[in-house]
């Protein structure tokens, strides 16, 4: 009997909590300021991070796999530049094209899966709790990934950039890598934009892990992890130009291998253009979600 008045207490308060976020409303706490908020959110970015950190097994197994994809493609890539007996491939030489795919692969290896996160939030009712703390649930979930990824990328790089030294040599990439790392934030974000429209379908249906396995394929083929999108046929191009996938991983490789052959105020714009629509997107799904969320499992 108490078993069973504890399973309602707690779909009440879960109910309770859903219903106030669905309102516009949050339990009343003591107003804060800007400051007071960004050091909330620098909080969770340095718990995420400590965490992170405490988990060298878990790198070690991904820089392993990094090691062993880049091999498979740096011997691909090997066959296929002799087979065409040229040094360049629309442009880009056979290190060119090894370093573009190093780089965007630490930056695929480096993102998340953020649908489990949120799957598993709603059922088992965590995102009740969490709707109602006084903290943007999207903006929460955005510095917990940022901070994840950061680690991530770090570790990938350093891996990935040894692997590259050992082949070629030091990279003479001049001011590449300061453009990689401008436009790999606003890559984060359109990952994270795109990931969470995906994650908050968690809300009507129960697996999203499916959206999320189409969509990395998508980011491998046509958001140019593979190879550039200048190696796809000019009608592919085309249609890639007005996708948002090539915001993701083109953008900052092409940005860090061909520092000179890039123009970085376009890149950005566009970036900021899929940012602002995309963030439309998501708080479009968010505010629908709480409406019509049903918790499973209390």
Known sequence: MRVADSEKSGKARVGAALQLAADGERPVSPPSTAGGKIMKYAAIG????RNHFAYVYD????SIFLITIMYIFIQLWRVTYQGEGSRLIEGYSYDQIIWYILFAEALTTAF???????EDEVKN???GYKLTRPLSYIGY?????VSEVLVRL?????IGGLLGIAMFGLPHFGWGWAGFAVVAIGS???NYLLNMALALCAFWVEETRGLEFVYHKLLFTIGGMLMPLELFPQMLQDVCRWLPFQTVLYFPAKTAVRWDDVSLVPMLLTQGVWIALLAGLVMLIYGMGIRKVNVNGG
């Open 141 to 145: 979930h955005y510095v917990g990934y």
């Open 125 to 127: 009712g965590d995102v």
């Open 46 to 49: 340095r718990v995420t991070l």
């Open 188 to 190: 984060v974000t359109v």
């Open 154 to 158: 770090l570790v990938n790089l350093c």
């Open 112 to 118: 998340p899966s953020l649908a489990t996160r949120i």
């Open 59 to 62: 790198f070690l197994i991904r």
